[in-house]
């Protein structure tokens, strides 16, 4: 298959699954510039990346490296064997050298959904974890291990912060998030209180989901009351909703919008509030752990040749360049990983 036709088919799919997502983030200080079909989408997140030898070659030109160091040549000259003389990586090879890692439950010579997501899980979570520890060197000026408010936005001034002006983008506002990311109320946040401070759609912190779900309230509630009647649910939520669910069930089982209010409204008021909606959360306040597994039903759904629900290695090697179109698409040079190594 050529890459224009895969390239084509991805973008089709993500498109399909974000086609009515927006992440209202005015703050780029804290969020990574859109790349490849996150670009073209308009989409704030990266490109998932199946392979953590690629997540580790992308970084490694921002970090300074000692040449002196035996430990790092013998890593480079392991790293240079996946590499063809002209510096694209030979994906065939890494394919096989991946496949028994992640066939482990069970280990039957196949991949299966949950074996997959497992793995693309697990290389998102290491991304946030070095794009957070990065943003943290960076931003830790007094060197003390934590991030306070003031390092993290020095722009705003004591009156500032006094003033408390709560509305998007004011100092009283990313106060607020701050304070909810702030777990052990020390007033600085940690690395994991940080993570979550910068991806707080990956967060497990129940202050920032409601945080996130009355950002999200706000954006449809066209009466400003602060919660969600049937027609404001109809013209915003249940449309994020359905796309997905669309997509997990293959366009089955769907509920229609009247459906899912009565569901999902609990207390029978009519409205739906922001502990109402936390069942949907995920769908609503997408992060890249959501984005990791629909993208694993991706990959599973493209490369599944007999369609029994998991992967022969026969069938990822025919269809590698769906696992590695991050490398050599989205108007990178293949070079980009490795010609600084």
């Known amino acids: 298959m050529s890459k224009v036709v895969v390239t084509a ?6 498109f399909l699954v974000v086609l009515f997502i927006k992440l209202n983030v005015n703050n ?26 690629v997540a580790e070659l992308e970084q490694k030109p921002k970090e300074k490296k000692n040449n002196n160091n035996s430990s790092e040549r013998s890593r480079k000259k392991e790293d240079d064997k996946y590499f063809d003389n002209d510096g694209r990586l030979k994906t065939t090879l890494r394919l096989m050298v ?23 899980t697990q290389q ?28 993290y936005f020095p722009q705003f001034t004591n009156e500032d912060i006094e003033r408390n002006e709560t509305s998007h983008g004011e100092a009283g506002f990313w106060m607020k998030q ?19 401070f910068m991806h707080p759609e990956d967060s497990r912190n129940e202050n920032i989901q409601r945080w996130l779900l009355r950002e999200k309230i706000r954006q449809m509630d066209v009466n400003n009351d602060h919660k969600l009647n049937r027609l404001e649910f109809s013209n915003g939520a249940y449309n994020i909703y359905k796309t997905y669910l669309e997509y997990e069930t293959q366009g089955g089982n769907i509920p229609t919008p009247f459906e899912a209010f009565a569901k999902l409204d609990f207390d029978g008021d009519e ?6 909606l936390k069942p949907i959360l995920q769908y609503l306040c997408p ?14 759904r493209e490369a599944d040749d007999n369609k029994d629900g ?18 050599y698409d989205n108007g990178r040079n293949e070079d980009v990983f490795h010609e600084e190594l």
């Open 178 to 196: 701050f304070r909810n990311a702030d777990a052990d109320r020390n007033g600085t946040l940690n690395l994991y209180e940080f993570r979550d």
């Open 310 to 327: 998991k992967l022969s290695l026969d069938e990822i090697l025919n269809h590698e360049s769906i696992f590695y179109d991050t490398v």
């Open 28 to 53: 780029s200080a804290y969020y990574y510039t859109p790349k490849g079909l996150s670009r073209r989408l308009g989409l704030k997140i990266r490109d998932p990346i199946f392979d953590p030898l």
């Open 271 to 276: 409205f739906l509030g922001v502990e109402e």
């Open 98 to 120: 991946l496949f028994p890692i992640l066939d482990v439950a069970p280990k039957d010579g196949f991949i299966e959904y949950k074996e997959l997501k497992v793995w693309n």
């Open 287 to 300: 992060g890249e752990l959501s984005y990791a597994k629909v993208y694993t039903t991706y990959l599973i």
């Open 9 to 14: 088919k991805i973008t089709a799919f993500i």
């Open 124 to 151: 998102t979570i290491d991304r946030l974890h070095y794009r957070t520890w990065k943003e943290m060197e960076f931003r830790d000026k007094d060197g003390d291990g934590a991030i306070s408010f003031s390092e």
